[in-house]
């Protein structure tokens, strides 16, 4: 049986978010993940935007489960650096590096676009769960491409933090 999300969350949140941000499925997303996007961007500064890239799919994992969601803080005049900083204070802040799971997409949009991954856990975990991604490379150094997507391999989170070194504007 599917969970659907309570519409009491989707009042809560209407002012901040309309459900056509999240795409096909946007009723099957979980509160323990909405809520938390929901204060974080309350917590941004003026003229910060974030963008859904994927929240709902039918597949595996937390996107399948309605427990993830994909999405980029849009300002120019901020790098992706300092969103890094911010989401991760955040998550500090209001002590849910247990339950709530970060990946940082530095090169997303071919670096023009870097993003981040949300997973909410039903149950906390003993440590923070953080990790990032790159593009699989050529000889050329150029991303590698396989059916029309940038292949993507998982990387600690620290080696993810040194790809950014504040050079991404988003």
């Not at 049986?1 to 979980?30: D, S, V």
């Not at 906390?124 to 991303?143: I, L, V």
């Amino acid at each position: 049986m599917e969970q659907k999300t309570p519409e009491i969350i989707w009042q809560t949140i209407a002012p901040f978010f309309n459900k056509n941000e999240f795409g096909e499925g946007w009723e099957n997303l979980r509160p323990e993940i909405l809520v938390p996007l929901f204060h974080f961007r309350q917590t941004l500064p003026e003229g910060h935007k974030i963008i859904i890239n994927c929240a709902y799919e039918d597949r595996p994992g937390g996107h399948g489960k309605g427990l993830a969601i994909d999405f980029r803080i849009h300002n120019q005049q901020i790098n992706f650096a300092s969103h890094v900083g911010l989401l991760e204070s955040f998550l500090r802040r209001h002590d849910l590096e247990k339950h709530v799971a970060l990946g940082i997409y530095p090169e997303w949009g071919n670096g023009q676009r870097p993003g981040f991954h949300l997973e909410a856990e039903e149950k906390p975990f003993n440590s923070p769960r953080r990790w990032g991604a790159k593009y699989e490379r050529n000889e050329k150094g150029e991303p590698v491409r396989q059916g029309g997507q940038f292949v993507q391999k998982y990387i600690g989170y620290a080696e993810a933090k040194k790809l950014i070194g504040g050079q991404y504007s988003t």
